[in-house]
């Protein structure tokens, strides 16, 4: 297993959140090293995963008439399910959401709505339409 160290950087200098942890670690490594330092992704926000689950996931559970994960699974299944081939065999998985990052959970929540608008006559109120 290899640590991830987190920090910023600033006017061309790297700032890493904990820096103790950091040298603790160096302090295990014996002879030559590699560093790695790659942009940060940029996960999926608080804000967004509040209104998918108390919002989407909330009215389409109560619509379809299924728990808040089953409706969760339907909707992963539906809109991020991929299929791989490997050997000549499909393999299908779904990616968890946590894996999106900001843009790709507005896209994904972007079908939902399209989806439900067009095939379930619901309509799902944009995040500055409710309060959460």
């Not at 399910?81 to 972007?110: C, G, H, I, Q, W």
């Amino acid at each position: 297993m290899i640590p991830l160290f987190q920090g910023i950087v600033e006017n061309g200098k790297l700032r890493l959140s904990s820096m103790d942890k950091f040298n603790s670690y160096l302090n295990t490594l014996k002879g030559g090293v590699v560093v790695t330092v790659k942009k940060e992704k940029s996960q999926r926000s608080l804000e967004q995963n509040k209104y998918y689950w108390g919002v989407v996931v909330k009215l389409l559970s109560e619509e379809i008439g299924s728990s808040l994960d089953e409706t969760h699974e339907i909707l992963k299944y539906k809109f991020l399910k991929r299929t791989l081939t490997v050997a000549d065999e499909f393999y299908d998985f779904v990616p968890s959401t946590t894996t999106l990052n900001m843009k790709e959970m507005e896209e994904y929540l972007n079908q939902i709505r399209e989806w439900a608008s067009v095939y379930l006559n619901c309509l799902i109120p944009l995040p500055n339409e409710v309060e959460i």
